[in-house]
C-alpha cells in the first residue's frame, strides 16, 4: 500500500513540466508545455503567494519553451513565485513553484538568559547576507529550483492534517520537509511530544517527525535555519531544532495557538500552514500526558504517512 502511495505522488498533474529540477543562472528555464486537446494557445502568469499577478499573461503554445524568455521577471525574483498555466483565463492544473536560490540569509545570535538567569539560550537577533562583503553589495543569484507544486498530506491515527508548504517564506525548509515525506522518512512514526499548555496556561505544540520515537532522533543532517517571515499560528508547521539555529533536521511541530507561540516568530523555521485538519490537531493535542515535564503521551498518536499530492490550480487576484 505504502510503494502504491508513493507512486501516486510522483504522477504530474501540471501542464508545465519543467526539464531540470536544478537551473543555473546562466541557463535557459526550459519547460514543456502539454494543452488539453483542441487548445493551441494558452497563457502562463506568474503568482505571489497571495495569488497577485507579477507579471502580465504571456501567451504560450504546446512544445518547448525558456520559461525567462517568456517571464523575464524571474530574473529579478527575491522569493519563490509560482507559474500558472491559464486557459481562456482560467487556471489549469498544479502551478509550478520557480524559486531563486540566492545566497543564504546567516543568523547573527547573541546568548541570552530566562527564567530570572537560571536558563541560557542562543537567540537570534539579526540576519546577515553571506554574500555581502567588500566585492558584493547584494546577494548573490545562482540560479533556480523549479518542480510541481505539492501539499502534505499527514495522515495520522485520528485523522488526515492537509498542510500547504510555504517555499517563499522557508524555501530550504520546505523543500528539506518535501524530500523526506516524499522518501517515506515518516512512515509509522508518531507525535513524541505534546504540550497542550505552557506554564502559563496557554496552548502550545504538538511535536513529531521523529524516527526513533525518542525525541533524540534526525535526519542524519543539520538543516540551516531561514528566516521565515510566517507567524507561528494555529495550524503553522515549524521545524524543531535545539540549542544551535542551524540544528533542525526532520523533527517538526504543529502549532496550536497564537498565544502560545508568537514567542517563536524569528527563532524557529515556519515553512507551511494547515488548510484542512484544524479539528485532527487539537484532537491530537488532547491526547493523555503520561510525564508532563517532556510532554509524552501515554498512547502516543500515529502518523501513518505523510504524501505529498498535486496543489489546487492558483486563481490569480483580481
Known amino acids: 500500500m505504502f510503494e502504491l502511495l508513493i507512486a501516486h505522488c510522483l504522477v504530474s498533474t501540471s501542464p508545465i513540466t519543467p526539464d531540470h529540477l536544478y537551473n543555473g543562472v546562466n541557463r535557459s528555464?526550459?519547460?514543456?508545455v502539454d494543452l488539453p486537446e483542441g487548445e493551441d494557445i494558452a497563457h502562463v502568469v506568474l503568482l505571489d503567494e497571495n495569488n497577485n499577478v507579477l507579471s502580465k499573461p504571456a501567451a504560450i503554445t504546446e512544445g518547448q519553451h525558456d520559461l525567462l524568455r517568456r517571464i523575464p521577471k524571474i530574473n529579478s525574483?527575491?522569493?519563490?513565485?509560482?507559474?500558472?498555466l491559464l486557459i481562456d483565463e482560467k487556471p489549469i492544473?498544479?502551478?509550478?513553484?520557480?524559486e531563486p536560490l540566492r545566497s543564504r540569509l546567516v543568523p547573527v545570535?547573541?546568548?541570552?538568559?530566562?527564567?530570572?538567569?537560571?536558563t541560557s539560550y542562543t537567540k537570534i537577533v539579526d540576519w546577515k547576507d553571506e554574500a555581502i562583503d567588500d566585492e558584493f553589495e547584494e546577494s548573490i543569484l545562482?540560479?533556480?529550483r523549479v518542480y510541481e507544486c505539492k501539499d502534505a498530506i499527514i495522515e495520522t491515527s485520528e485523522g488526515e492534517i492537509h498542510i500547504k508548504l510555504r517555499p517563499d517564506t522557508a524555501p530550504?525548509?520546505?523543500?528539506?520537509f518535501r524530500e523526506l515525506a516524499d522518501g517515506g522518512f515518516y512512515y509509522n512514526t508518531i507525535f513524541h511530544r505534546i504540550v497542550p499548555l505552557t506554564n502559563k496556561g496557554l496552548p502550545f505544540v504538538i511535536q513529531g517527525g521523529d524516527p526513533t520515537g525518542t525525541g533524540s532522533g534526525s535526519s542524519g543532517w543539520w538543516l540551516p535555519i531561514e528566516p521565515s517571515?510566517?507567524?507561528h499560528n494555529f495550524g503553522v508547521i515549524s521545524m524543531a531544532r535545539a540549542s544551535d539555529p542551524d540544528s533542525a533536521g526532520c523533527?517538526?511541530?504543529i502549532c496550536l495557538s497564537r498565544s502560545g507561540t508568537a514567542r517563536l516568530d524569528g527563532q524557529y523555521c515556519a515553512f507551511g500552514e494547515t488548510v484542512l485538519g484544524g479539528d485532527i490537531i487539537k484532537t491530537i493535542a488532547a491526547s493523555p500526558i503520561a510525564d508532563p515535564k517532556t510532554g509524552r503521551p501515554k498512547n502516543p498518536p500515529k502518523i501513518h504517512n505523510i504524501k505529498m499530492v498535486p496543489s489546487a490550480p492558483r486563481y490569480p487576484s483580481r
Open 142 to 144: 545562482n540560479g533556480w
Open 93 to 98: 492544473g498544479s502551478p509550478i513553484v520557480v
Open 229 to 231: 517571515s510566517l507567524e
Open 77 to 84: 525574483l527575491q522569493n519563490a513565485a509560482w507559474a500558472q
Open 29 to 32: 528555464v526550459m519547460v514543456q
Open 109 to 118: 545570535v547573541e546568548e541570552s538568559s530566562k527564567d530570572g538567569g537560571k
Open 251 to 253: 523533527q517538526f511541530f
Open 172 to 176: 530550504n525548509t520546505a523543500w528539506n
